[in-house]
């Protein structure tokens, strides 16, 4: 079956410093992608997503590639700020069920920044 | 614009009650996925909904049933609530069934 495969957290950095977050899947389709971030007492925002291999999501200096040959989409960003802590969720949706889109998550990174 | 609204934000019941939660989707969106998020977890997908019919469920019990309504808001319904039901409730909605999904803010019910 379908699922998705996250570096365990929590993930701790000073300000300015380089972030990467592992996630890879396994699916059976043709996934779609995606990272989304949830704020302390918040609901999920989507970051970023990628919808074919070889794409590159990218949103407020994230970034992440659709890695088609080592089932990755790692989350990357070059410069972390004290607001990026967060909890970040890698997921995906598998379009061969064309009833409904499920989408599989991830467990989860804690990303703590400080200054 | 609005985004998707959910009711109520928190939520005590006892175990044995039932439990109704509701969601708005984003304006002009048409499809409407519930979640389950357990403390310190990633979300579950109970189930989808699109013209006003179930599209596809996840591994949750019949325990757990939903509506789409002509307007395409939703009810979550949760009978005969264990104290495992504890969790945050995400409700996504999106244009169309293979779109991506944008989430509310979520109901957070707590079972005594």
């Known amino acids: 079956g379908n699922s998705v495969t996250q570096m365990e957290g929590p993930v701790t950095l000073s300000e300015e410093a380089f972030l990467t977050i592992n996630c890879t899947y396994t699916?059976?389709?043709?996934?779609?992608l995606f990272w989304y971030v949830q704020y302390p007492g918040e609901g999920l925002q989507l970051l970023l997503k990628?919808?074919?291999?070889?794409d590159k999501g990218s949103n407020k200096g994230f970034e992440a590639t659709y890695r088609k040959e080592t089932t990755s989409f790692h989350l990357e960003k070059g410069s972390v700020q004290v607001s990026d802590s967060a909890v970040y969720f890698c997921?995906?949706?598998?379009?061969?069920?064309?009833?409904?889109?499920?989408?599989?998550f991830g467990k989860g990174t804690t990303l703590s920044v400080s200054s | 614009d609005a985004g998707v609204t959910q009711s109520p934000t928190h939520l005590i019941k006892t175990r044995g009650q039932q439990v109704t939660l509701r969601c708005s989707p984003k304006?002009?969106?048409?499809?409407v996925s519930w979640y389950q998020q357990a403390l310190g977890q990633g979300p579950q997908f109970i189930f989808q909904?699109?013209?006003?019919?179930?599209?596809q469920r996840g591994n949750f019990p019949d325990r757990f049933s939903g509506h789409q309504f002509p307007n395409y808001s939703s009810e979550l319904n949760v009978n005969a609530l264990l104290l495992g039901d504890s969790a945050l409730y995400l409700c996504?909605?999106?244009?169309?069934?293979?779109?991506?999904?944008?989430f509310g803010p979520g109901t957070r019910l707590l079972v005594l």
């Open positions: 996504a909605s999106s244009l169309g069934v293979g779109e991506t999904q944008y």
């Open positions: 699916a059976t389709g043709y996934p779609s």
């Open positions: 990628a919808t074919k291999a070889d």
């Open positions: 997921a995906l949706s598998d379009r061969a069920n064309q009833a409904g889109t499920a989408l599989i």
């Open positions: 304006s002009g969106h048409d499809t």
């Open positions: 909904y699109y013209e006003e019919e179930e599209r």
